[in-house]
């Protein structure tokens, strides 16, 4: 089946600075990704859309300039947590969609842990 | 918008019990997608089923099965003689078809299976 990653597994920093996730289709081009955080025995919520060459569109509540995401390519998508602060502490997971022929299916990545301190 | 309830929060049985977990949901458009997760301690998601709005048919995978209504909205899943393995959070979610592929997942919140030995 099909393969997303995600880099770094997990991540510590400190109060202040800003971290970037990748999110990559290993086998299959994506142009469209999404980006999603889970609190701490909570659930999923979709935080954007990411489409390849264009600008994210936002959940209601998610504020851009503070979580930017970049999808340059066709297998890569970023978010960058920008001046991150311990309440940004969460797991946060990517999808990709793949719609090469007739599919259209979406495959998770294994989730980064961030760690804000 | 849309919306999916599970409204157990979390279940307990003994080992070799069935179980049922439920999912309700809530959408205004005729095509959509219906799915079950399991995310054990580690937090990677395990995909377990997709199902599309136009197929209502049950489906059976080994121990697992589900029943598709959409006279109820529902979208149940019944673990037949449970195992401590299928300990973990099991996450229904939907996601809607907006012309150009299906959107984020909207996930409910999950409800937390333990199977005692």
């Known amino acids: 089946g099909a393969v997303v990653s995600q880099h770094p597994s997990w991540v510590i920093c400190k109060s202040g600075t800003s971290v970037k996730i990748e999110c990559r289709s290993l086998d299959f081009q994506a142009t469209t990704m999404f980006w999603y955080r889970q609190f701490p025995k909570q659930s999923l919520m979709l935080m954007a859309t990411s489409n390849e060459g264009s600008k994210a569109t936002y959940e209601q509540g998610v504020e851009k300039d503070k979580f930017l995401i970049n999808h340059a390519s066709l297998t890569l998508s970023t978010l960058t947590v920008t001046s991150a602060h311990p309440e940004d502490s969460s797991f946060y997971i990517c999808?990709?969609?793949?719609?090469?022929?007739?599919?259209?299916?979406?495959?998770f990545g294994p989730g980064t842990r961030l760690t804000v301190l | 918008a849309q919306k999916v309830t599970q409204a157990q929060t979390e279940i307990s049985v003994v080992e070799k019990e069935d179980v049922t977990l439920d999912c309700v949901y809530e959408t205004r458009d005729t095509t959509y997608y219906l799915f079950w997760y399991k995310q054990p301690p580690s937090g990677e998601l395990v995909f377990l089923i997709r199902r599309n709005s136009f197929d209502e048919q049950n489906e059976i995978s080994g121990r697992y099965s589900w029943n598709f209504q959409k006279s109820t909205s529902s979208f149940n899943f019944t673990i037949t003689a449970s195992q401590v393995v299928d300990s973990a959070v099991y996450f229904c979610?939907?996601?809607?078809?907006?012309?150009?592929?299906?959107?984020?997942?909207?996930f409910g919140k999950g409800t937390h299976l333990i199977i005692q030995p």
């Open positions: 999808s990709a969609r793949d719609r090469a022929g007739e599919k259209d299916e979406q495959f």
């Open positions: 979610a939907l996601s809607v078809w907006s012309g150009g592929g299906a959107d984020g997942l909207t």
